[in-house]
Every structure is written in C-alpha cells, then in structure tokens.
C-alpha cells in the first residue's frame, strides 16, 4: 500500500511540472480527518483551538513557499474566542517515519495568508511523539513559542504555516487535517489558489506559556499538481 502511493505521489508530481496552469492542492488521503491536538491546564488562556487530532485521516503540506517538493502553504481562518496576546502555537504534524519535526515557518494576519498581526519562522519546534499511523507518518504535536501580536475576541485571522522540515530533510511533512471549524486556503509557490476543500487543521493558539500537547497527526503523502485549466483537488483514498 506504501509503494502505491508513493508511486501516485511521484507520478503526479511529475504531471505537475508538466502543467503549470494547474495547482492541486497536495494532500494525504484527501479526506477530512480530526486531529487531536490540545493544551493542557498550563496553558493561561485559549484564544483560538480548531480541535482535537484524528493522526489517521487527512493532513496538508506545508514545505513552501520557496522550498520544497510542493512549494505549498495552508492559511487557516478564524474567530478569536478570547482577547490576549499570541505567544504560543501547539499544531499536529505528520513526519516520515523516523524523522522528528525541525523547523517550520508561520504568519498570522487579517486575511488569507497575511502577515500584519506577526510572522516568524524557528529551526527547531518542541515536539511531543504520539503515535505510528501506519501509513509511513510519525505524528507529532508541535509546539513554537515566542509568538506575538494580538488577538481581539469576534474578530476574524488567518494562521498560515510553511517552511516545514524534519530530521532528515525530506520536507515531506504536513499539518493534520481535522475539519475543525476554521477555513481552509492553500497556496503553491506563494500563489493563492483558494480553498483546500477540507476544513481546518489541528492548531491552538495561546496567550503565555507552551502547553502540553495532545495529538496531532497526518496522513501524507500524496496529491499532485495536475490539469490544463482550473484548480483541481486530487486525494489519494487509502
């Protein structure tokens, strides 16, 4: 079943490259999974969680803009439930396995993959291991810190996460999708193409400090860039 779909993923990379008019947005299963991903009592206030963490279903990559096999860049959108200042990101990922997660790259603004309320990027995430989803993944709840910009109660933001990398440098790695209630855009070398067609991915968004991460997970490897007019959204079913 691995070969398979290692199979389906290079061939429609191939395709991709053949027809730039076309984006898919790149994905595991394609389908819309929940992923378990949550703080735990440290954490001092919850301005936004998208919920818990499926690790068996669905995830998005998240190796782009500049870099990577799919250049691809997911921006979340939201309402705050609560006002404070961001500090803390928890976020499900899915590795290779045997890789841990290294870097990843973030931007939170007013509207789709902005940046105006802040935007970083850090090497090295904390990570916690949850499980082995037996499709080839490692899941991970991730966790950076050192956020900043604030968050008002009813209004809306988007999260948007790149520049993902593991220990082995495969760039082979995505965020978990959960169908959470925030929306869902993809971009594909820094090109907006609109919605992912899924709902959103398993994130939390805190004011202080890191929180104990619960699962988070995703089920890679998986959709190309293929076609002659239009968006089209391939997914590998399992």
């Not at 691995?2 to 389908?31: I, N």
């Not at 963490?53 to 782009?64: C, K, M, P, W």
């Not at 989803?133 to 709840?141: A, E, I, K, Q, S």
């Amino acid at each position: 079943m691995k070969m398979r779909v290692a199979t389906l993923t290079f061939t429609l990379l191939a395709l991709a490259f053949s027809a730039p008019a076309f984006a898919a947005v790149h994905s595991t299963t394609g389908q819309s999974g929940s992923s378990s991903h949550s703080t735990s009592n440290q954490a001092p206030t919850v301005l936004f969680d998208d919920g818990p963490t499926d690790g068996n279903t669905n995830a998005f990559f998240i190796d782009g803009p500049s870099s990577g096999p799919f250049l691809q860049t997911i921006s979340d959108g939201f309402i705050a439930s609560a006002s404070g200042s961001v500090a803390t990101l928890d976020f499900g990922i899915w590795v290779p396995t045997g890789t841990t997660p290294t870097s990843v790259s973030w931007w939170l603004g007013t509207s789709v993959f902005g940046s105006d309320v802040s935007s970083g990027s850090t090497a090295q995430v904390a990570y916690t291991f949850l499980f082995s989803n037996g499709f080839g993944y490692d899941v991970f709840n991730a966790t950076v810190t050192g956020l900043s910009g604030n968050l008002v109660a009813g209004n809306a933001y988007w999260l948007t996460l790149g520049g993902a990398n593991d220990s082995a440098g495969t760039q082979f790695d995505a965020w978990d999708v959960n169908n959470g209630p925030a929306s869902c855009d993809f971009a594909v070398g820094g090109v907006p193409f609109g919605n992912c067609g899924a709902g959103g991915q398993a994130f939390t968004l805190s004011s202080g400090n890191s929180a104990v991460p619960e699962p988070g997970s995703l089920m890679l490897l998986g959709s190309g860039i293929v076609g002659l007019a239009g968006i089209l959204r391939r997914k590998i079913n399992l």
